[in-house]
């Protein structure tokens, strides 16, 4: 059985975190592992999926409320051991500042660009195995 990464997708919008979904597929790069996702609507059920471990990337909507994905990146990247990577959904490119005060490892806007996604997503995941290798 091959290994699979887990991803915890953020969003406040059902929808959001499907076009998250749809946009890694079951492996956003040929070079990483299937993907499985866990997803989380309020701020709560993210730092109790953290809490819980096993998660290699998480996914933060930047427009969620009323807990905004920005906020909870600073504050997982200050409470969370180990806190996996971060990608960031940005309203605006002109919000990627935000993002690098929230301590985002990558950003992207949103609406989701199904190829921006999948790139940052695989290259977030491989630095994530190999500092786990």
Not at 22 to 32: F, N, S
Request: glycine share 8%.
């Amino acid at each position: 059985m091959q290994p699979t990464a887990t991803v915890l997708v953020y969003s406040d919008d059902a929808g959001t975190r499907q076009q998250v979904r749809l946009a890694a597929g079951r492996r956003p790069a040929p070079d990483v592992p299937p993907v499985e996702f866990v997803e989380c609507a309020t701020l709560p059920a993210v730092l109790s999926a953290l809490e819980d471990g096993g998660i290699d990337v998480c996914v933060l909507d930047g427009e969620a409320v009323p807990a905004g994905g920005m906020g909870v990146c600073r504050q997982i990247k200050d409470e969370i051991f180990r806190c996996p990577p971060v990608l960031l959904l940005i309203g605006r490119p002109q919000d990627a500042w935000l993002a690098t005060w929230s301590r985002a490892e990558a950003a992207v806007t949103h609406p989701v660009d199904p190829v921006a996604l999948a790139d940052a997503l695989a290259g977030l995941l491989r630095d994530q195995l190999a500092v786990d290798a």
